[in-house]
């Protein structure tokens, strides 16, 4: 199962790429709008392949993982923001932005999870102090 993670990673790198190239041909009418797509592209790419790649066992750098996780939130953060001034006023706005909160925080904490970093914070090292 570990051989379709890994072919799974790069199917979905190699997605993402077509898509990044793609998307803006299409919005080429809206230029805030194409750039905010590629953002999106972008994003979902590196959470894809690096979550894939975890999952298949290829890839445990906790530390990049972390790093990742973050870089992909102001990605997202920042494609929301674009996509919303490319289509300000009404439900299309108000879309966008439940649409970029959600991905916001499926695609950080994933990553955050899948680095390990999150349950190291709940973990002591320290025993209890004694009465």
């Not at 993670?5 to 199917?11: D, K, L, Q, S």
């Not at 001034?85 to 909160?101: K, Q, Y």
Request: proline share 3%; with cysteine.
């Amino acid at each position: 199962m570990e051989k379709i993670y890994f072919i799974a990673a790069w199917v979905v790198a190699g997605c993402s790429v077509l898509a990044l190239i793609l998307s803006p041909i299409a919005l080429r009418h809206n230029g805030l709008q194409a750039i905010g797509s590629v953002l999106d592209w972008i994003a979902v790419g590196i959470t894809g392949t690096f979550a894939f790649l975890h999952v298949s066992g290829w890839f445990r750098n906790s530390l990049v993982m972390f790093i990742m996780a973050w870089v992909v939130g102001g990605i997202i953060f920042l494609s929301m923001i674009l996509t919303m001034a490319a289509n300000l006023g009404g439900v299309g706005t108000i879309a966008v932005l439940f649409e970029h909160i959600a991905l916001l925080v499926l695609f950080t904490l994933l990553l955050l999870h899948l680095s390990g970093m999150l349950e190291k914070g709940n973990k002591t090292d320290k025993p209890a102090p004694k009465p």
